[in-house]
């Protein structure tokens, strides 16, 4: 083999090994810091609003009542939207915390970026997060390290969740209730 093919594959793989070296470093970046989301910004006020449905005079309009969320059992039902309306931390390094729940998602997690933030070593950045599906409120693990257990049982696929029932995520337990 000529010396300049063996100077040129040295080279070539230098090279690659510098890509598998930055790709590393940005990957533990982006997950002790989290991944930058750009906002999009404000309508301004003296744009015109967009898309603003008009109504014409000849236009008949229809209203559709949704039947009221069912009532869940002292038991311990189903959280629904009407049942809940706040989560408390029972254990861990925030107990006695509580977060009131409105209709968006609400991420779980270490980053600074999420909604609930838990800042222990079993947490991951993006761990778990909460859905308003429908009326229910349904937990759904993001592929976290250490799990997301509902009730006892480890979160496999989104669960639909009960009033009282024990959510852990990391070393913190919380729940949902009225």
Known sequence: MSPLTLLLLQGGFLVLLWFFVFGVVYSLRAD???V???????PSASAPAAA????SPNAVTTQVKRPAPPTPSPAGGL???ASVSRIVI???????????LGTEPLTIGRSSESGLVIRDDYTSSHHARLVLWGDQWMLQDLDSTNGTSHDGVRVASPVQV??????KVGATTFELRK
Request: aromatic letters at 2%; hydrophobic letters at 40%; zero cysteines.
């Open 162 to 167: 009960k009033v009282g029932a024990p959510i």
């Open 52 to 55: 603003a449905p008009t109504a």
């Open 90 to 100: 029972t254990s861990g390094p925030k107990a006695g915390l509580e977060l009131p």
């Open 36 to 42: 930058k989301v750009r906002k999009l910004p404000e």
């Open 32 to 34: 002790l810091f989290g």
């Open 79 to 81: 959280a629904t939207t």
